[in-house]
């Protein structure tokens, strides 16, 4: 929209005509620019829709503003078509003439029906100012509404129909509102992108964001805050969803694994308890630790899981699962540790049975397997190592008399791999 010449002298016959030229021009510019408000969609949408809060209280004011607008634009074309008879009256046009047209092209000439008073009187130059106000504020509730109305309801209905794919997967898989609290997210989303959706529809104004320091209209962008918080919570219960899919797909083989692994830890309890038996009738004076029993707990949790699989309650057996394989690992490590303890006292009597019989080997070798002392401290070890109840202890000084002997009659200490069988 243009602006027109301030007021002045009576103007000559070429400052009219050019005033009248510039004047249509803005006539037109403003004629296109309030059709094209017309037609915006923004405005019919705001015409054709009911709203609330924010959008309701702004479009009234606007809507009267637009009326004001034709009103104004009314007066304008009556003003122009006026001056526009004038100057066609002759084509030289008189001194009288040229005085009415520039009152009433520079001066206080227009009259608009008033709001809330009789009239307002504006000059051709105000009157466009006035126009251009009323437009400019006009277009921006305009062009804000339908900027929202544009970007997020299409948004809102593509993750409501996302939502509603997750919820049929999630209930397939056992994730209801009340047993999962994935299921609880779900309903908590579902309400409000619900109610966001009437709160976009209807009172658009309250999800527009201004742009600071813009003068420009519809300077700004919709507030995605909440359709952006919920579109995340929405894709971290598709996480969760698909991590219970896949406890689905794969629980048969984890159980199958779960119950080998609580096998092999009984079978190696049952092996120490055997051991431990084997043990205290053949080790004399020696603790030997107690074997626990099986785990029953984690048995019973084994039938639960399975009983989890036959009822599809995959959300409940995902994390029984990984619970009770970690359990799982750590009963068969504490099984085996528990045979490694039980036994000791037989592997301590192996290691003096084989140290017995490599010496016996060895003085063999060296002629002197007949040596009556040898054979003697020998004798004495070998039936404290093969008798039961064995006492470690004792046995272990017999075995270490007999190599102190053998080392002695070979001549000394002998061999570095002799020096180490001693220190074992």
Not at 91 to 98: A, F, V
Not at 299 to 325: G, I, M, N, V
Not at 381 to 405: I, T
Request: a negative charge; glycine letters at 6%.
């Amino acid at each position: 929209m243009g602006v027109t010449d301030p007021a002045g002298p009576v103007m000559d016959r070429d400052e009219v005509d050019r005033a009248l030229a510039r004047l249509g021009q803005e006539y037109e510019a403003i004629e296109t620019s309030l059709l094209a408000l017309q037609d915006h969609a923004g405005r019919r949408l705001l015409e054709g829709a009911e709203l609330t809060g924010l959008t309701r209280e702004r479009w009234e004011t606007t809507e009267a503003r637009i009326t004001r607008l034709w009103v104004c634009f009314d007066a304008y074309t009556a003003a122009l078509r006026s001056a526009r008879e004038i100057r066609a009256r002759r084509r030289w046009s008189s001194r009288e003439d040229l005085a009415e047209l520039t009152e009433l092209l520079r001066g206080e000439s227009v009259t608009v029906a008033g709001e809330g008073r009789l009239s307002e009187t504006y000059t051709l130059s105000a009157l466009v100012d006035r126009m251009n106000e009323l437009y400019a504020s006009s277009l921006d509730l305009v062009v804000a509404a339908d900027a929202v109305w544009s970007a997020l309801p299409a948004r809102i209905d593509l993750l409501a129909a996302e939502l509603r794919r997750t919820r049929r997967l999630a209930h397939s898989v056992g994730v209801r509102p009340g047993e999962h609290p994935a299921g609880d997210d779900l309903e908590r989303i579902t309400r409000i992108l619900t109610r966001l959706r009437e709160e976009v529809v209807s009172d658009p104004l309250a999800h527009w964001v201004p742009a600071e320091g813009s003068s420009a209209p519809g300077g700004g962008r919709p507030d995605t805050t909440v359709y952006d918080r919920e579109a995340r919570a929405l894709e971290e219960v598709r996480r969760e969803i698909d991590a219970v899919l896949t406890v689905r797909q794969d629980a048969e083989a984890r159980l199958i694994r779960l119950r080998d692994v609580l096998s092999r830890a009984d079978r190696t309890l049952a092996e120490a308890r055997t051991a431990r038996g084997e043990v205290l009738a053949k080790i004399a004076a020696t603790e030997v630790p107690v074997v626990s029993g099986p785990p029953t707990v984690l048995q019973e949790q084994l039938a639960t899981a399975a009983d989890y699989r036959r009822q599809a309650q995959w959300h409940r057996l995902s994390p029984l699962l990984e619970s009770l394989e970690r359990k799982a690992e750590d009963e068969l490590l504490r099984a085996r540790e528990s045979l490694t303890a039980v036994t000791a006292p037989l592997a301590v009597r192996a290691e003096l049975r084989g140290r017995l019989d490599a010496y016996r080997a060895k003085v063999a070798r060296h002629g002197l397997a007949e040596d009556p002392f040898l054979i003697e401290r020998y004798d004495a070890a070998r039936r404290m190592l093969w008798s039961a109840p064995c006492d470690l202890r004792v046995a272990e000084q017999a075995v270490l008399r007999y190599q102190q002997l053998a080392r002695e009659l070979l001549g000394g200490a002998g061999t570095p791999k002799d020096r180490e069988g001693d220190q074992s």
